[in-house]
């Protein structure tokens, strides 16, 4: 592969471009089909090469799908250099609004994070896709679908053992997100729905969604949260009032738990920036990338949300 991008989980190297040229000088002067393979795809047909550096920080929900689409991005366009990481939605909408990278994922508008309306016209919003998140559970916790009143309960303390919802004698371990995650946000919008948690309550707190999800698969009669892209067989996710947490419950909004995935950039991108998000939304990954890494591409909501979070039909 060529191009290279720090994650969560690697950094790849890029190719030096020094190998292709000596190919090049190899191939000089052939003929036939052979000639044309010394050549890349933007030279051979008159383009000119994209090259630059695209830093992208913020939701850890959006990191995996940036991650794959930066991987195959850069491979197509080996004089870019993607690099992504998580740190949260607020981080990511706060580096973007100050210039510090090109691109701000977030889970949630840039309007909830900021409130100088100058910085809001230095940013362009570029939602790539949907994200579904449910709360998920020890592999050991007996239930299987709760109600959404005791969801919020425990995540207020005020529920502190599984025997109170149906489940067994057993203490409730609750992982929270830390409180610039968009997820949480998302979550807490929908579940605490306003509810004041107590100072008195202070759950532990982990600042990515792959680590909350760890500590749930490893901790007994633990409960957090997670994009419908972490879920995998170490974990249960729960049906909330009967309602299967699933692309097709989000579409129309019977599973009432999403958000869109932003990937907020300058108001006038670098072409490199530019030509990444025109990838984002193009074909490669809309119909392919975006449904393989557990996301909902934007053609198949049948309800849109403002950024006060009021939903309605399309």
């Known amino acids: 592969m060529q191009g290279s991008y720090i994650s969560r989980r690697s950094f790849i190297g890029i190719a030096g471009m020094s190998a292709l040229a000596v190919a090049g000088f190899g191939l000089a002067g052939c003929s ?32 995996p799908l940036c991650e794959a689409a930066a991987e195959q991005f850069m491979q197509e366009n080996p004089g870019v250099q993607i690099t992504v990481q998580g ?14 990278v090109q691109i701000g994922n977030s889970d949630v508008f840039a ?3 900021l409130k100088d309306s100058s910085d809001i016209s230095k940013i362009a919003d570029n939602k790539v896709c949907i994200v579904g998140m449910a709360p998920i559970v020890n592999a050991d916790v007996t239930i299987d679908d709760i109600k959404l009143e005791d969801l919020k309960k425990i995540f207020t303390g005020e529920i502190a053992n599984w025997s109170e919802v149906g489940g067994a004698d057993a203490p409730i371990t609750v992982i929270n997100r830390a409180s610039g995650s968009g997820t949480r946000a998302t979550f807490e919008d929908v579940v605490l729905a306003g509810t004041k948690v107590p100072d008195s309550f202070k759950p ?13 698969a ?20 729960l049906k909330v009032d009967g309602v299967e947490p699933d692309a097709q419950n989000v579409e129309d909004n019977s599973w009432k738990i999403w958000s869109y995935e932003h990937m907020y950039t300058a108001a006038s991108p670098d072409e490199a920036t530019k030509a990444f998000l025109e990838y984002m939304m193009g074909e490669e990954v809309q119909g392919g ?13 049948k309800v849109e949300k403002d950024a006060s979070g009021k939903v309605s039909n399309k």
């Open 32 to 63: 036939g089909s052979n000639g044309g393979s010394a050549e890349s795809g933007s030279a051979a047909s008159g383009k000119k090469a994209l090259s630059g550096t695209i830093t992208a920080v913020g939701s850890t929900a959006l990191q």
């Open 218 to 237: 490893s901790t007994p009669g633990a409960i957090s949260y997670v994009a419908f892209s972490y879920f995998d067989s170490s974990f249960k996710a």
């Open 87 to 100: 740190g949260g939605s607020g981080q990511g909408v706060t580096q973007i609004a100050q210039g510090a």
């Open 289 to 301: 990338l975006v449904e393989q890494q557990g996301y909902i591409p934007m053609s198949g909501m």
């Open 111 to 113: 309007e909830s994070k």
């Open 204 to 216: 532990q707190e982990q600042d990515s969604s792959g680590t909350a999800a760890k500590m749930v």
